[in-house]
């Protein structure tokens, strides 16, 4: 199976065009729930493809207003390509969407989305590899009572899209993704720095890190999250599999509920989380 049999074509593909700003990339992230968006130069009547950016770059620069100085490169590949090795680069790159380019022209998108459709329909081998071997043991959690400034930085931190969500017992609770932050978040235009809005030197969620730095402490400082906790944003109950599932089961779950990642269980106990690029690492 080639990269142009699961691609997105061009003419499915939503872009931002240069000269942008971060609110044009915002806005579609917001209503499509994708990673990333494509950026776009018409020159002489041509389009050109010239880079993405991503919700993890509105997040983590929010300070920033110009598409130019947002957008990544990320490695470009051919719609003759096989999937199977646009697989391995999208495990090695940490990318989870490739631009499908030709001459500089864009030709479509391919995303981990298409990889794991295809592992789901069986159209690649390997789906029945068991997940178990595949998980990560190293789970990225936080407490339902977390205020979600907080949260969002620690998902930040963590460098993963995601955050299992732990009551008072320790129990899981719910799932809250790098997708629900971006849903809710708002840029917030024209102010220099946040003051000392984020959190006062005696406040519960006040880190140590944070009281040292006066008021440049929040690198989110022009994006705004809501005041609540993790419990109003996060997906309650969220589904899980257990280690017996194979590739090609968990896939079709990932599909189905629209989600990157799934918490492993044993029995009743959190033992680990598969994410989508974890599927793509067995092929």
């Known amino acids: 199976m080639n990269v142009g049999d699961a691609m997105t074509p061009r003419s499915a593909v939503v872009t931002v065009e240069l000269p942008g700003t971060r609110d044009d990339a915002l806005r579609y992230l917001q209503e499509e729930a994708f990673s990333s968006v494509p950026v776009v130069k018409v020159e002489d009547g041509e389009e050109r493809y010239r880079g993405l950016v991503s919700r993890q770059d509105l997040i983590e620069h929010p300070d920033e207003d110009q598409l130019a100085l947002l957008m990544r490169d990320v490695p470009q590949v051919s719609a003759d390509d096989s999937i199977v090795s646009v697989a391995r680069l999208i495990v090695e790159e940490g990318a989870r969407r490739l631009p499908v380019v030709e001459d500089d022209t864009l030709e479509g998108i391919v995303t981990v989305t298409d990889v794991v459709r295809a592992l789901?329909?069986?159209?690649?081998?390997?789906?029945?590899?068991?997940?178990?071997d595949l998980a990560r043991r190293d789970v990225n959690t936080t407490y339902e009572g977390t205020p979600l400034a907080v949260a969002e930085r620690e998902i930040s931190f963590?460098?993963?899209?995601?955050?299992?969500?732990?009551d008072d017992a320790g129990d899981m609770t719910g799932m809250l993704t790098e997708v629900d932050v971006v849903d809710v978040a708002e840029v917030v235009e024209g102010e220099e720095d946040a003051g000392e809005s984020f959190a006062d030197q005696d406040d519960d969620w006040a880190w140590e890190g944070i009281k040292a730095v006066g008021n440049r402490h929040l690198p989110t400082r022009n994006v705004e999250f809501p005041a609540g906790p993790v419990s109003e944003f996060m997906t309650p109950d969220p589904v899980t599999v257990n280690g017996r599932r194979t590739v090609q089961e968990v896939a079709q779950v990932l599909l189905e509920h629209d989600i990157e990642q799934v918490p492993l269980v044993h029995g009743d106990d959190l033992a680990g989380i598969v994410r989508d690029l974890d599927l793509l690492s067995a092929l």
């Open 120 to 132: 789901a329909t069986g159209e690649v081998e390997d789906g029945d590899h068991e997940v178990g």
């Open 158 to 166: 963590a460098r993963v899209p995601y955050a299992v969500v732990l």
